[in-house]
């Protein structure tokens, strides 16, 4: 089991590749995580903050289907709320407002983002 920093977090999957957010869904499980989503659209994410409550950290892809993830980000940055981004772009593409935040390549290693979102305080 990999240490998230807090016993049962709360997080949240933004990811529209079906087969992957399944993947992160089940591997945060495994790691004693509590699984919000899996949401694969801004509007959902952003519902899904505004509704739930507790989030301790999210994972969101950069690129939902041509829709850019970054005002999540920024919800989750104004909610004091830690998270890390997953793509397949080259770092070097995200804003650089975005710079210090953790960014995993795709394919994602799971055990990888979730020490980086550990790391990130979630």
Not at 22 to 44: F, I, K, N, R, W
Not at 51 to 70: F, K, Q, T
Request: with cysteine; charged share 15%; aromatic share 4%.
């Amino acid at each position: 089991m990999i240490d998230l920093g807090v016993p049962t977090s709360r997080i949240l999957v933004v990811e529209d590749e079906y087969m992957l957010a399944t993947e992160m869904s089940s591997e945060l499980s495994a790691a004693g995580a509590v699984v919000v989503g899996p949401v694969a659209t801004v509007d959902q994410a952003t519902a899904l903050i505004q509704e739930s409550g507790a989030i301790d950290g999210a994972i969101l892809d950069v690129n939902l289907g041509g829709e850019l993830v970054y005002p999540v980000a920024d919800l989750l940055a104004r909610s004091g709320i830690p998270f890390v981004f997953v793509t397949g772009y080259e770092t070097s593409a995200l804003p650089q407002e975005y710079a210090a935040v953790p960014c995993i390549m795709k394919p994602v290693n799971m055990a990888e983002a979730i020490r980086a979102l550990g790391r990130a305080g979630a």
